[in-house]
């Protein structure tokens, strides 16, 4: 699964790679993005249109937001057939804007306490595959939420854990977004792992493990000295 991310640059940055003008939302890069956190995706709306969502996505005929809390992820193996997520896989596809992605090592079943970030080699932005949807609250307001889709993890990320989330290549990113398409069938060769050479990743301070910790320092290597020696990294 993909639990944690980070987007450390700013709208601006995030505007240029994207191909959409700034918006009037308020967002500061974020190392340590948590599921229930809000973050800026990107939807087809006439044009690229950034929006700030809330992770976890709460379908629009679920009872209770707390829906969002078991739907942080959608499986590419099957996210066209789960009732949460087969309508927004045809009508509400969306790009979630990153950077990188942390993961934790299980050993005899439970999850090691020390993350792993995974990059692009050229540390560049990039999105992973997201779907959205909206529910009305109880006092009428409108829920804007999206989940993650991640698929069997790749040669460099298997060596932590099993799955990955679905990285788009920027000609990836065009199509998932184009609202023609409606077919699953279309949309499925897109979700597959990120090559492995295209990939770096290293292990991060333990404070990731805690929300609120959410600092420059979280990106750091457990050991900055080996990784600017070009050691600790996998």
């Not at 229930?36 to 209770?64: C, F, I, N, S």
């Not at 959608?74 to 045809?90: I, L, Y």
């Not at 991640?150 to 990320?157: G, K, M, R, S």
């Amino acid at each position: 699964m993909c639990g944690r991310y980070t987007v450390t640059q700013d709208l601006e940055a995030l505007g240029a790679r994207f191909g959409f003008s700034a918006p009037d939302i308020a967002f500061r890069p974020r190392y340590n993005l948590a599921p229930g956190q809000e973050a800026p995706v990107v939807v087809w709306d006439q044009a690229r249109t950034v929006k700030l969502m809330r992770w976890g996505l709460v379908p629009h005929w679920a009872k209770e937001a707390s829906f969002g809390y078991k739907t942080i992820n959608a499986r590419a193996e099957t996210v066209d057939q789960k009732p949460s997520f087969r309508e927004p896989m045809r009508r509400r596809r969306c790009l979630v804007l990153a950077d990188g992605f942390y993961e934790w090592p299980r050993a005899s079943g439970r999850r090691s306490k020390q993350p792993s970030r995974f990059v692009l080699k050229d540390e560049e932005l990039f999105a992973f595959a997201g779907l959205w949807d909206a529910w009305q609250t109880p006092d009428g307001g409108r829920l804007e939420t999206f989940t993650i889709i991640t698929t069997q993890a790749n040669e460099l990320v298997g060596r932590v854990h099993e799955r990955m989330p679905v990285i788009l290549s920027p000609e990836g990113e065009e199509a998932w977004l184009d609202p023609e398409t409606r077919s699953p069938a279309g949309l499925s060769p897109l979700l597959k792992p990120y090559p492995s050479e295209l990939m770096a990743g290293y292990q991060v301070s333990p404070a990731v493990n805690s929300p609120p910790n959410d600092s420059p320092e979280c990106i750091r290597a457990a050991n900055e000295l080996e990784r600017e020696e070009g050691g600790g990294l996998f």
